[in-house]
């Protein structure tokens, strides 16, 4: 006869007030960050006749390639490039959260991943129930991300030399990649702005529908959040089988299925762990190297702790505003519509080739 189980029920369900506050202070400094830069672009636009802004340097945040490429060139040479220093401190508190509490950024502090959930909040409302795709559409639509990904890694890593990089690093267009990136919004085409307000309206029946299938920085963190010791855990002897952790997951994860959940679309939201009814049942655990209970607040803290440690860092070390000059600003903003990005087969091959003349050059000389 099978044993009746014992259910002593879970009270301790505050964790999402908490994630909810940070991802709100999150998005709040980035629309801080926003308005600094929309005073320092006003300030190149008047030609230095408008009261001057310093550049905030946490634009550097919303250039993901250019701090990839950054990553790289850290790699490879273990100099840092002083275009955008502080995108690379991002990027480095990103990858390192993933390592240690999994894709955690995704939900603690993405500001998209935020909006994301917002507007899923909202269609959940509306239809009463969280929409899925089918099987037959769903995972083929989310390998989109990790083939977007996989063409950045091989552009940059196997395309590029590490000279080749710096020359792209360097470039005017490189430079000015911020302020580029700030009209495309400002004077943001009708095309542009159709494909926006359809992954907007997608987003409403298919809840994170561009984190899910389009994000090529959440296939990144996803890929390292793998290799995080710890992982959400569920106690069988104690599982009542009510299926709440599944239908609380965003990620669609059969969490009432397994017994420690291991997947790239795990975000460490903890929602499942919330909802679980019974105490000690669901826990997010370090699993490596010996197995221990990780209370949920203590994620809360890592998180946090973990990105300003890291961009701490790059603030103390001076790495962290760049070196570009007022001047030099208001000489690259006249040319700005000159500065093209080397797209089309031969870019790369034009930089490698810019490289190696510069390399045959120095050897000659010497």
Same mark, same amino acid.
């Given at each position: 006869?099978?044993?009746?189980?014992?259910?002593?029920?879970?009270?301790?369900?505050?964790?999402?007030?908490?994630?909810?506050?940070?991802?709100?202070?999150?998005?709040?400094?980035?629309?801080?960050?926003?308005?600094?830069?929309?005073?320092?672009?006003?300030?190149?636009?008047? #030609?230095?006749?408008?009261?001057?802004?310093?550049?905030?340097?946490? %634009?550097?945040?919303?250039?993901?390639?250019?701090?990839?490429?950054?990553?790289?060139?850290?790699? /490879?040479?273990?100099?840092?490039?002083?275009?955008?220093?502080?995108?690379?401190?991002?990027?480095?508190?990103?990858?390192? !959260?993933?390592?240690?509490?999994?894709? @955690?950024?995704?939900?603690?502090?993405?500001?998209?991943?935020?909006?994301?959930?917002?507007?899923?909040?909202?269609?959940? *409302?509306?239809?009463?129930?969280?929409?899925?795709?089918?099987?037959?559409?769903?995972?083929?639509?989310?390998?989109?991300?990790?083939?977007?990904?996989?063409?950045?890694?091989?552009?940059?890593?196997?395309?590029?030399?590490?000279?080749?990089?710096?020359?792209?690093?360097? /470039?005017?267009?490189?430079?000015?990649?911020?302020?580029?990136?700030?009209?495309?919004?400002? #004077?943001?085409?009708?095309?542009?702005?159709?494909?926006?307000?359809?992954?907007?309206?997608? @987003?409403?029946?298919?809840?994170?529908?561009?984190?899910?299938?389009?994000?090529?920085?959440?296939?990144?963190?996803?890929?390292? /959040?793998?290799?995080?010791?710890?992982?959400?855990?569920?106690?069988?002897?104690?599982?009542?089988?009510?299926?709440?952790?599944?239908?609380?997951?965003?990620?669609?994860?059969?969490?009432?299925? %397994?017994?420690?959940?291991?997947?790239?679309?795990? @975000?460490?939201?903890? #929602?499942?762990?919330?909802?679980?009814?019974? *105490?000690?049942?669901?826990?997010?655990?370090?699993?490596?190297? *010996?197995?221990?209970? !990780?209370?949920?607040?203590?994620?809360?803290?890592?998180?946090?702790?973990?990105?300003?440690?890291?961009?701490?860092?790059?603030?103390?070390?001076?790495?962290?505003?760049?070196?570009?000059?007022?001047?030099?600003?208001?000489?690259?903003?006249?040319?700005?519509?000159?500065?093209?990005?080397?797209?089309?087969?031969?870019?790369?091959?034009?930089?490698?080739?810019?490289?190696?003349?510069?390399?045959?050059?120095?050897?000659?000389?010497?």
């Amino acid at each position: 006869m099978e044993k009746k189980k014992k259910i002593i029920r879970n009270n301790d369900r505050g964790i999402q007030k908490l994630r909810f506050t940070i991802q709100t202070l999150f998005a709040l400094l980035c629309i801080w960050i926003g308005i600094e830069f929309y005073l320092f672009v006003k300030y190149l636009e008047t #030609n230095g006749a408008a009261a001057f802004y310093q550049r905030p340097p946490g %634009v550097d945040g919303f250039l993901p390639i250019s701090s990839f490429m950054s990553f790289y060139y850290l790699l /490879s040479t273990g100099e840092i490039h002083q275009a955008h220093p502080a995108g690379l401190f991002i990027f480095l508190a990103i990858i390192l !959260i993933s390592l240690i509490f999994g894709k @955690s950024f995704c939900s603690w502090f993405c500001p998209i991943g935020f909006i994301s959930e917002l507007v899923g909040d909202f269609g959940e *409302k509306i239809f009463k129930r969280r929409l899925k795709l089918p099987k037959f559409l769903d995972y083929p639509l989310r390998s989109l991300k990790y083939l977007m990904l996989g063409f950045l890694v091989y552009s940059v890593i196997f395309l590029m030399t590490p000279l080749a990089i710096k020359y792209f690093l360097d /470039s005017p267009y490189n430079i000015v990649a911020d302020i580029k990136m700030y009209y495309f919004f400002a #004077n943001i085409s009708q095309t542009s702005l159709i494909v926006i307000s359809i992954l907007f309206v997608l @987003s409403i029946f298919i809840r994170n529908f561009w984190c899910r299938f389009l994000c090529p920085y959440g296939a990144l963190l996803g890929i390292f /959040s793998l290799l995080s010791p710890h992982k959400i855990q569920r106690n069988t002897s104690s599982c009542i089988d009510c299926g709440l952790c599944s239908k609380a997951c965003p990620s669609f994860i059969k969490v009432d299925k %397994v017994k420690t959940v291991i997947s790239d679309e795990c @975000s460490t939201c903890l #929602n499942c762990v919330d909802v679980c009814p019974v *105490k000690d049942t669901l826990q997010l655990n370090l699993v490596l190297p *010996k197995k221990r209970v !990780i209370n949920k607040r203590y994620v809360a803290i890592g998180v946090v702790s973990v990105f300003m440690i890291v961009t701490g860092l790059g603030i103390i070390s001076g790495n962290w505003q760049n070196k570009v000059t007022k001047e030099e600003y208001l000489l690259h903003y006249k040319m700005m519509s000159s500065y093209g990005h080397p797209t089309g087969p031969n870019a790369m091959k034009q930089l490698n080739e810019q490289a190696n003349k510069e390399i045959k050059r120095e050897v000659k000389e010497n």
